[in-house]
């Protein structure tokens, strides 16, 4: 094909797209004309009061044309979005959701319970409570066997012992400790007697399972009363400077076989049952 040929082809293609270009630059020429015809408009509606508010939102707030050729596709794409959007809202109804019972632990029986959830549980638990009642009597028994017997009634100094003292006997121990430290029970006991006495401003008197009568003078405050049973170590008052006292301390005294029973040396007895004052 010769030359001159190829250009009369090509002259009608050449043709329709300077038809289509001149075509599509006086649609674009004509929406420009009318867009700015439009914001004449909005500006000329304050001062003649003619424009409505919802020209002049309208005239503000104008989407923009997509450009090219793709503004079909655009519109339709907006449109199916705003479609999507609008359907569930307009049926009022919330997406169904698949859920069991089971997938929050309601409804369906497991294999733990209080007793374990195991079988024999009952069985288990009478064995469980006859070996801890063995402990339990085990753990008394040691109790017992740590319990002192016999404890010192106060921790403080020996200031007068069972002897002669300013020309007569004294028939019981001295031991000075600050006021308010606690005075224990030296055996176990009952408690025969507490309160105001001569000599001693207030004194307890408890009696031994021998007989014996245990005196524990000069303190303030007692914590006892008469019928108590005590155990030795037990706090029954503490030191005082009451009665006929040089200074705040525990008078301690023993009697054999009963209240008026002849005095016995409270470091001796003490010493016999390993405490030492």
Not at 21 to 30: D, E, G, M, N
Not at 204 to 230: C, K, P, T, W
Request: aromatic fraction near 6%; include cysteine; glycine fraction near 10%.
């Amino acid at each position: 094909m010769s030359h001159s040929s190829a250009q009369v082809l090509e002259r009608p293609a050449t043709d329709a797209v300077e038809k289509q270009s001149s075509t599509v630059a006086r649609a674009l020429a004509a929406r420009r004309a009318a867009r700015a015809e439009s914001a004449a408009a909005v500006d000329d509606a304050p001062a003649t009061g003619k424009a409505s508010l919802l020209d002049r939102l309208l005239a503000g707030r104008r989407l923009p044309h997509p450009p090219g050729r793709r503004a079909p596709m655009w519109f339709a794409a907006l449109v199916a979005g705003a479609l999507v959007a609008y359907v569930p809202a307009t049926l009022d109804e919330a997406p169904a959701v698949s859920a069991t019972a089971s997938d929050y632990g309601l409804g369906e029986s497991t294999e733990v319970s209080f007793a374990g959830g195991l079988e024999g549980a009952d069985a288990r638990r009478g064995i469980s409570e006859a070996e801890a009642q063995a402990r339990l009597n085990e753990l008394a028994a040691s109790r017992a066997a740590r319990q002192p017997k016999t404890a010192l009634p106060v921790r403080g100094t020996l200031t007068t012992c069972f002897c002669m003292r300013w020309g007569s006997m004294h028939y019981g121990l001295d031991l000075a400790a600050p006021l308010g430290t606690p005075i224990l029970a030296a055996t176990d006991g009952v408690v025969v007697r507490a309160g105001r006495a001569s000599g001693y401003g207030n004194a307890v008197y408890i009696q031994d399972a021998d007989g014996n009568v245990h005196i524990y003078g000069h303190m303030r405050y007692f914590s006892v009363a008469e019928g108590d049973l005590v155990t030795a170590g037990d706090q029954i008052a503490k030191v005082g400077n009451e009665g006929q006292s040089t200074g705040p301390h525990l008078h301690y005294e023993i009697h054999r076989g009963g209240m008026d029973g002849r005095p016995t040396d409270p470091a001796k007895y003490l010493a016999e049952r390993g405490v030492q004052v």
